[in-house]
């Protein structure tokens, strides 16, 4: 691949910025392009997308897929949908994509099914509650072993069974582990431990304290009651599990909750609705794979991530997805998003000269509009928000569903509006000092408008129509790490941290502050004195 900064169509969208792209006024396109929202709106599988909202004209696109075009894109999607090596740092194929294929049809596609069998099989034994004696699934496992599951399983609340609660320890802080462990009958519940390499400091804790709770509750027949998923099959043997799913090191932990590590999401939604969730990713890699660039929405969104980076300068967009079961999709999109594309250098390990991943961040809407949106209407920073609306809820409450939608459409349109300091002059506001010079409340009263933001509407939130909003986001992330042209496949910026924790750990025992920076040293001390 060619780096973007390297190309032709970079330099021409600098100057295409510095001309037209900056100064771009959503107010007046509008005005001038009544084709605008067919021009910029893309359909995909289950999702329909409306970016007429963002700070480009047809010329920015123009540009945008010059460059995609120019750093060798679609050869870079290829290589990974062939599974060629493209994790370079770590000698790898990435084919996530893979775990959703068809039977028969992927590249490994034997193997992965034979696991999915397996793991849909346990799925449908737990979830038969009058044989299996379950209540309560606690999956413990962190960052891709953890959040795709944790993120899914609320979402699909409309779809999981009602006889099974179904729980997510994460943290080695003792305040996830200890509430939950309060509420649960040993006799009645099943452990996962998900963990990749089955080597992660936090599980490999929580676990210990799950099966030292499961003994002391009397509980006796360990290999019933707790099973893994991992790539590391020997190491969950020794700590004594004999039932494990197994997956494949091509398998990144942020792409895996399409294999074992979906366990959970099975057990919650069942056989048929996992592999639903499995279809709709898959329709969505046909879409990366084979559309022209110019309907490709991942590749669209992906540019658009570009521009909005390096040429506008945004360091951060917010998520706000209008569905309560979407509560965790922020959280899920920092790992999958920051983890993948927040790198400083090359394939090549050349520093880049321009930045990468932004800053991903949210809370569904109505409840961020009450918190946060004041700054991205009238705060110094422009950030670009994604919202994500849901056509046709899962509950009858359509009074509620239609103040909700009503909400979303809102805050896109106040964003790109805004309102002038002439407007807001002319009104009364009842809550305004009326000791206060008018045209220093209007100043306060005025919002600039012009922000950007981009719309995806689903019909409805179903496994097929999650599993495809999943792996657009993945696409998106590949697109434009691809562009910037970095392993968005490796997270070796976690490793520093985990090391220097195992040589502190003796420290908070003994208080041995010897070596240490004045900072580590001073707050050691607090802590152990
Ligand atoms: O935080 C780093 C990380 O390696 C993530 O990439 C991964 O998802 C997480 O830890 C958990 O790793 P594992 O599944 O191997 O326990």
Not at 77 to 106: C, K, W, Y
Not at 395 to 406: G, I, N, P, S, V
Not at 433 to 455: E, I, Q
Request: glycine content about 10%.
């Amino acid at each position: 691949m060619i780096r973007c900064d390297r190309t032709a169509a970079w330099a021409a969208l600098q100057g295409h910025y510095q001309a037209h792209g900056r100064d771009l006024d959503l107010r007046e396109a509008f005005a001038r392009d009544p084709g605008r929202f067919a021009a910029f709106s893309q359909e995909a599988p289950e999702i329909f997308a409306d970016l007429s909202k963002n700070l480009i004209d047809t010329a920015t696109e123009h540009f945008l897929l010059d460059l995609a075009r120019e750093c060798g894109l679609e050869a870079r999607r290829d290589a990974m949908f062939a599974g060629q090596p493209i994790n370079t740092t770590e000698g790898r194929a990435v084919l996530h994509s893979a775990l959703r294929a068809p039977r028969g049809a992927g590249l490994v596609s034997d193997e992965v099914h034979d696991v999915l069998d397996r793991v849909l099989a346990l799925a449908e034994q737990v979830r038969d509650t009058a044989s299996s004696g379950f209540t309560d699934v606690v999956n413990i496992g962190i960052g891709g072993s953890d959040l795709g599951p944790a993120m899914v399983v609320p979402a699909l609340d409309a779809f999981a069974h009602r006889g099974l609660r179904l729980h997510f320890v994460s943290n080695v802080d003792g305040h996830d582990i200890v509430p939950v462990l309060r509420g649960l009958d040993a006799r009645r519940t099943l452990f996962i431990v998900a963990s990749k390499t089955f080597t992660t400091q936090e599980t490999l804790a929580n676990a210990q304290v799950a099966r030292a709770w499961f003994l002391q509750q009397g509980g006796t027949d360990i290999a019933r009651h707790f099973v893994a998923a991992t790539t590391n099959v020997t190491a969950a043997a020794a700590f004594g599990i004999t039932q494990t799913f197994g997956f494949w090191d091509w398998v990144g932990g942020r792409y895996s909750l399409w294999c074992a590590i979906g366990l959970p999401i099975a057990i919650a939604i069942g056989a048929d609705n996992f592999r639903a969730l499995l279809a709709g990713a898959n329709a969505m890699d046909q879409h990366f794979a084979q559309a022209p660039l110019a309907q490709n929405l991942p590749v669209r969104l992906g540019l658009l991530d570009l521009w909005y980076r390096n040429f506008h300068g945004f360091s951060s967009r917010s998520v706000a997805p209008y569905h309560q079961g979407l509560r965790r999709l922020p959280a899920y999109l920092q790992q999958l998003e920051m983890e993948s594309n927040g790198k400083r250098v090359d394939v090549d390990g050349a520093l880049l000269p321009f930045g990468t991943s932004p800053v991903v961040w949210g809370e569904p809407g109505t409840n961020g509009q009450h918190a946060y949106f004041q700054m991205l209407h009238q705060g110094t920073d422009v950030i670009p928000v994604e919202f994500i609306l849901v056509k046709t809820p899962a509950h009858a409450e359509a009074d509620l569903h239609r103040k909700l939608l009503a909400n979303g459409l809102a805050q896109s349109q106040a964003l790109m509006l805004g309102k002038t300091a002439a407007v807001a002059r002319g009104e009364k506001a009842p809550t305004a000092s009326p000791m206060l010079d008018p045209d220093v409340l209007a100043a306060h009263r005025s919002f600039p408008g012009n922000r950007p933001s981009t719309t995806l509407l689903l019909d409805t939130l179903t496994p097929r129509s999650l599993g495809a909003l999943i792996a657009l986001y993945e696409h998106r992330v590949f697109v434009s790490g691809a562009l910037w042209g970095i392993n968005s496949f490796d997270q070796w910026g976690v490793e520093l941290g985990k090391a220097l924790a195992g040589e502190l750990l003796p420290r908070l025992g003994s208080g041995d502050v010897v070596g240490l920076d004045g900072s580590t040293a001073g707050l050691l001390q607090r802590l152990t004195r």
